[in-house]
């Protein structure tokens, strides 16, 4: 019997793979390419493609794809296959270095933001050899960028990859003071934690809302929900045991760290962690980790629903960004060692992250903004839409008494006593865990708690590594004119943890006292929705910063501003014309039937004996037929704002018409069709309720 270190990673052309298959300089120059950013020769690629199109056919492929990512939030991929003319009428298998390389999907079909006419057809997709060539059914995956024929990015990993450059440029900038001259590279690593729910392929047929937008949007809450916390890292369903088990033997085909599953908080719903990788890599393997979720699960009978908010009353689900930033050499620069008070280049790097977290608020904001998330920040499952960070008690001390210039007295190990003695004894971590916060230091690294569950983690990590590359570019900048190193290193220091402090809080980020607090004392933003952020992403400071990085151009940040605020003005206005369409055509008719049968009855009772009142029919027969007048009434109300924002004159302006109208009208149409379905005879109602959904698996 096979273990999984027999097979892990047997689906992907890996370092293993290129050792044995390259010979040894073309190994050394790819393996430069990988580490230091070196410049691919073409030779060198004509190798790599010859050796991976034989591992590839050996294992059974016969196609090859550049997979990519462009703006619509799932990967992309044209499958060519391998197979040559041969003279004598047969084929070979052919793959070169330059179709390793480049491909030219067609570039028009996919979200541009106005960086290209619809008959501009030429696109390119370029390999990242950073990130290893994988095996999908009988095709070879070659993880690319994707660019335009005038060279503008349509994709997020070429802004991504320029972020981690931009981010090891200005770390290796701030080591070299420290006398750090060995360091080559400075890398962000990421584990992105997902977050996702299950429900079986039968219930899931019958549910219009769920198969058009992935989330319901009617439904009465259940007898049962998640009051009880029993769901909660609950033993496992055998049939969720099942899935698990076929999900983590894919992954680990194809190297993906998966390492930790268990139940979350409401029914239904679980989670996967990995173990981290650099951001990159993470960044590919979390878009696998989602669409090979939806595979192994319908091979089950379950569909894996990524929304981040499918059910309405309980809770959501997220995926919490994990980051941190390390050397070539393996050194954690977030990490604070056993005296982080005299680490003075920790403190410089925590201070690069606080810095960069409160300026550039509004950006991490953006970054994780769907029509989906809007539903799920701010309620008492996931942070706020306000953002602040937490430190814990050891740092805040530590912080404090640099402010202050005063002695720092140190957090004491305090030992864990159990009142059992054969339990073993450990000491109490310094720092407690705050699942509030958005943005919360855990030990060495920073979890950002923003994601949606279907976000793409890239969006997220351009911002942050952008964001934390500025602050350490400012950094460098001051720190390398300085005549007393030592001097300013401090000032500067003390100097960020003044100007900064208020993006610090360590207390309840669902507590209303503190979003009062953070906005009207602090100063702190509160974008709430997508509409309300989006536009902000053209401000002047973030298109600076972004520039000048080289993370974007200007013309691209317009791309991308118009480009997500038309993916958030379509969900909804899919999800009005879905809501529309279900209750006059299946939700209304279901109450007409259930009334008049109920009328019927209250007739025949009456037939029988005069003297019969039936007020039970009598009044339920009113309730329904009032609440189907309701219904009636909201649903030409929203029909009637869905046709009044087509007047809207930009796509900013559309955004806040949905925001303002749409959405709302949404709200109130739901509200009769959820007080119906409980009056309703469960036979008559047109669709599964959410006692099915939620606790249909099993």
């Known amino acids: 019997m096979s273990t999984v270190s027999d097979y892990f990673g047997s689906s992907v052309f890996d370092d293993r793979v290129m050792r044995a298959s390259l010979s040894s300089d073309v190994y050394a120059s790819l393996r430069k390419t990988i580490d230091e950013g070196s410049e691919l020769d073409i030779s060198v690629a004509n190798a790599v493609a010859d050796a991976m199109k034989n591992w590839a056919v050996e294992k059974g492929a016969t196609h090859f794809t550049h997979w990519f990512q462009p703006l619509t939030g799932i990967t992309a991929e044209k499958h060519d296959s391998f197979i040559s003319p041969s003279p004598d009428g047969s084929v070979i298998m052919e793959f070169s270095g330059k179709e390793l390389i480049k491909g030219e999907p067609d570039a028009s079909s996919f979200p541009s933001g106005g960086l290209r006419a619809t008959f501009e057809a030429r696109g390119y997709t370029a390999w990242d050899p950073t990130s290893y060539a994988f095996i999908k059914g009988k095709t070879l995956c070659i993880p690319t960028a994707f660019c335009s024929y005038g060279g503008h990015a349509l994709d997020k990993k070429t802004p991504l990859l320029r972020s981690m450059e931009a981010l090891n440029r200005q770390a290796l900038r701030i080591l070299k003071l420290f006398g750090n001259t060995t360091t080559k590279r400075v890398v962000s690593s990421v584990g992105p934690e997902q977050e996702y729910f299950l429900v079986t392929k039968e219930m899931y047929d019958k549910r219009p809302d769920l198969r058009f937008t992935g989330r319901t949007l009617f439904g009465a809450k259940p007898p049962k929900g998640q009051e009880l916390d029993d769901h909660y890292f609950g033993v496992i369903k055998p049939g969720v045991a099942a899935f698990m088990e076929d999900l983590n033997d894919e992954l680990w085909k194809l190297g993906i760290l998966a390492k930790t599953e268990h139940n979350e908080v409401a029914p239904a719903q679980h989670e996967l962690a990995p173990i981290y990788s650099t951001t990159n890599i993470a960044t590919d393997h979390n878009q696998l980790t989602m669409e090979i979720m939806q595979k192994v699960a319908a091979k089950h009978g379950l569909v894996c629903l990524l929304h981040e908010k499918p059910f309405a009353g309980v809770n959501g689900s997220g995926k919490h960004n994990n980051w941190s930033i390390a050397t070539d050499k393996g050194q954690n620069l977030l990490s604070p060692g056993e005296t982080p008070y005299e680490n003075a280049q920790f403190l410089l790097f925590l201070c690069a ?135 300013a290193l401090h000032d500067m220091i003390k100097k960020t943890i003044k100007d900064h402090k208020r993006i610090i809080f360590n207390g309840n980020g669902y507590d209303e006292a503190w979003i009062k607090e953070a906005t009207q004392k602090r100063g ?61 055509t299946q939700i209304v008719p279901a109450i007409e039937r259930y009334a008049a049968d109920v009328a019927k009855a209250a007739s025949a009772k009456r037939a029988v004996s005069p003297y019969l009142k039936c007020a039970y029919e009598t009044g339920l027969v009113e309730k329904l037929s009032g609440l189907i007048d309701e219904i009636a009434q909201k649903t030409d109300k929203l029909e009637k704002a869905l046709l009044e924002i087509q007047s809207a004159k930009d796509i900013v302006e559309e955004s806040a018409l949905i925001r303002d109208t749409i959405l709302p009208a949404m709200s109130e149409t739901r509200v009769p069709c959820d007080e119906a379905e409980t009056l309703t005879a469960k036979s008559y109602w047109p669709f599964p309720t959410y006692a099915d959904l939620l606790f249909g698996v099993k």
């Open 353 to 487: 992250v606080i810095k960069a977290v409160d300026d550039y608020q509004d950006l991490l904001r953006i970054s994780v903004a769907t029509a989906g998330n809007d539903h799920r920040l701010g309620a008492n499952e996931a942070p706020p839409a306000v953002i602040s960070i937490f430190l814990g008690d050891e740092l805040n001390a530590v912080l404090k008494a640099i402010e202050t210039d005063t002695p720092y007295q140190g957090t004491k190990k305090t030992q864990m006593k159990l009142g059992v003695d054969v339990l073993p004894k450990f000491n109490r971590d310094t720092t407690d865990r705050n699942r509030t916060s958005p943005f919360a230091f855990t030990g060495n690294k920073f979890e950002f708690r923003m994601l949606g569950s279907s976000n793409s983690i890239a969006c997220a990590n351009i911002m942050l590594n952008s964001a934390v590359a500025e602050s350490l570019r400012i950094y460098a900048d001051r720190l390398e004119k300085a005549k007393d190193f030592e001097k």
């Open 524 to 584: 702190l933003l509160n974008y709430r929705t997508t509409a309300d952020c989006m536009p902000h992403l053209l401000d002047s400071k973030n298109v600076k910063m972004l520039t000048s990085l080289g993370v974007f151009t200007q013309d691209e940040l317009h791309s991308r501003r118009d480009i997500m605020l038309e993916n958030y003005c379509k969900s909804v206005v899919i999800e009005a014309n879905t809501m529309v369409d279900m209750a006059r």
